[in-house]
Nanobody, 114 residues
């Protein structure tokens, strides 16, 4: 079983930056992909970014060029660096681990004011 704990969310103004962290524990394998989803009120869930164990990344078009996903396999931690934040980035951000099961963290709120 995998446990994921996110941190780093908060309230910021448009144009600011935040870095989210996701610490994984339990039955972690370094070759599992991880990523971040987000869910805003009244909107569909969006897969924001993914990263493989080898470091290959993919981003939603809405965040490409502004967000960067990275991972530290030694620490079983994934990061999401978010720059040039916009009000439309406001959402609950969830860390995801793809192993035998798909596991989600509890989420961290990001609120961007205009």
């Amino acid at each position: 079983q995998v446990q994921l704990v996110e941190s780093g969310g908060g309230l910021v103004q448009a144009g600011a930056s935040l870095r989210l962290s996701c610490a994984a524990s339990g039955s972690i394998r370094s070759n599992n992909a991880m990523g971040w989803h987000r869910q805003a009120p009244g909107k569909q869930r969006e897969l924001v970014a993914t990263i493989t164990s080898g470091g290959s990344t993919n981003y939603a078009s809405s965040v490409k060029g502004r967000f960067t996903i990275s991972r530290d396999n030694a620490k079983n931690t994934v990061y999401l660096q978010m720059n040039s934040l916009k009000p439309e980035d406001t959402a609950v951000y969830y860390c995801v681990h793809w192993g035998t099961l798909e596991t989600w963290g509890q989420g961290t709120q990001v609120t961007v004011s205009s």
